[in-house]
Every structure is written in C-alpha cells, then in structure tokens.
C-alpha cells in the first residue's frame, strides 16, 4: 500500500524506468553496460517504491497516550522554552526519520486543531539543533480535556523539499489517523506539558502510530 501523495511520482517513475529500459534495449549494444542501466532503473523504482509506501497500522485511541506521530529515531528529550505558540516551557521529544523511514505523519492524539501554520525557512539537517525554530516547518496544536494543548511540528530537512499537513483549525485529530507527509528524510517534534511522563529514551526507535510517547 502506498500513500497517496506519492501515487503521481510513482506513476511518473514506473513510466520513465520502462522507457530507460527499453531505450537501453534498442540502443545500448554493450551488454555490461545495457545490464547496469537496467538495473540502476529498477533499483530507483524500488527505492520510490518503498519511500511512499504507507503500512497499515490499527491505532487504539486511549486518551492518556501520546503516540508516535512518524517512524523512526528518538533524538531529542528535552525542556525547552516555545516562543511560537505556548510562550512556556514544553517537553520537546524529537523523532527523526532517514529516508528509509515510513514518511507518513500521524496524529499523536485525539482532539481539536486549535493551531495550524506553515513556516517558510531553510533546509538544515534535520537533526540540527536550529532546525526546529530555522527549518521549513508546519506546527499544529491538537486540545483535548486530558492533555489540555499538545503541539507537533513537521519540520523539513536537508532533503525535504515539501511538507504535506492536513490539519486545519477547527478540525477534529484522531488518534492515529493520516495527518500529512513529508518528502524525503525529516524530523517532527512533539510539545508536551512538564508533567507529561516519558516512554522512550534517546535514540530508541519507534513506529509511527503504534509506539507510545508519553502517558499521564
């Protein structure tokens, strides 16, 4: 199963692949060469292929969790100061996906989207210490009666070029749900209160959906 925002560049890749490797069939007379041609092609498919690829995952909504938003690497626990929206300290949790990752963005709780703004900036590593507040960025606050605001952030990185968010104000989060995409290795932070209780560790990896963040 694939996610939907990569239906049109898989679509355009499979084409261009089957035409490169019938243009190298035709006209290509070295056979080493005609045989690396191909299969560079058809590895840049699968590797198309298994970047848009969207798992299934049953989520149990349970409203004192806070599950993971993305696939991949806990690099960050740490008490910060959100000069965005809060103007208070937050627990930041930080998830960092390679380009191997699953790159679909869920919602980490249920709840109303109280906040949602995109935010034009540069394309730092995404494991940058700066990229958080410099980077290319949505943040989307969900509130509901148990965790009061929680804030995610999807935040682009040296490789991503474009960060898909669903999430629009007034609208109703759902745990687990589709919330966006991000293109090509990124990272997202969660915002959480200071009495939130910590479920992961630096550099556990955990699975979008499924992986529980923080409980109260």
């Not at 690396?36 to 198309?48: D, E």
């Given at each position: 199963?694939?996610?939907?925002?990569?239906?049109?560049?898989?679509?355009?890749?499979?084409?261009?692949?089957?035409?490169?490797?019938?243009?190298?069939?035709?006209?290509?007379?070295?056979?080493?060469?005609?045989?690396?041609?191909?299969?560079?092609?058809?590895?840049?498919?699968?590797?198309?292929?298994?970047?848009?690829?969207?798992?299934?995952?049953?989520?149990?909504?349970?409203?004192?969790?806070?599950?993971s938003?993305?696939?991949?690497?806990?690099?960050?626990?740490?008490?910060?100061?959100?000069?965005e929206?809060f103007?208070d300290?937050?627990?930041?949790?930080?998830?960092?996906?390679?380009p191997?990752?699953?790159?679909?963005?869920?919602?980490?709780?249920?709840?109303?989207?109280?906040?949602?703004?995109?935010?034009p900036?540069?394309?730092?590593?995404?494991?940058?210490?700066?990229?958080?507040?410099?980077?290319?960025?949505?943040?989307?606050?969900?509130?509901?009666?148990?965790?009061?605001?929680?804030?995610?952030?999807?935040?682009?990185?040296?490789?991503?070029?474009?960060?898909?968010?669903?999430?629009?104000?007034?609208?109703q989060?759902?745990?687990?749900?589709?919330?966006?995409?991000?293109?090509?290795?990124?990272?997202?932070?969660?915002?959480?209160?200071?009495?939130?209780?910590?479920?992961?560790?630096?550099?556990?990896?955990?699975?979008?959906?499924?992986?529980?963040?923080?409980?109260?």
């Open positions: 199963m694939f996610h939907k925002e990569g239906h049109k560049i898989i679509i355009i890749t499979f084409l261009l692949v089957v035409s490169a490797i019938l243009l190298t069939e035709y006209f290509i007379p070295v056979a080493w060469l005609k045989f690396t041609l191909q299969i560079g092609a058809i590895v840049i498919l699968i590797l198309i292929l298994q970047f848009f690829r969207n798992p299934k995952r049953t989520s149990v909504p349970e409203e004192s969790h806070i599950i938003p993305v696939d991949g690497k806990v690099v960050v626990i740490e008490e910060v100061y959100d000069k929206y103007k300290k937050r627990i930041q949790v930080s998830i960092f996906m390679s191997v990752n699953v790159h679909v963005t869920r919602y980490a709780l249920s709840g109303e989207v109280v906040y949602s703004k995109y935010h900036g540069k394309y730092l590593v995404a494991w940058h210490p700066k990229s958080s507040e410099e980077n290319e960025r949505t943040s989307v606050v969900v509130r509901n009666k148990v965790w009061g605001e929680v804030m995610y952030k999807q935040i682009a990185g040296a490789m991503a070029k474009r960060i898909v968010n669903y999430a629009t104000e007034g609208s989060a759902i745990q687990g749900a589709d919330a966006g995409f991000i293109k090509f290795g990124s990272r997202v932070d969660l915002l959480l209160p200071l009495d939130s209780k910590i479920n992961v560790n630096l550099n556990q990896k955990v699975k979008g959906g499924i992986d529980i963040i923080a409980e109260k």
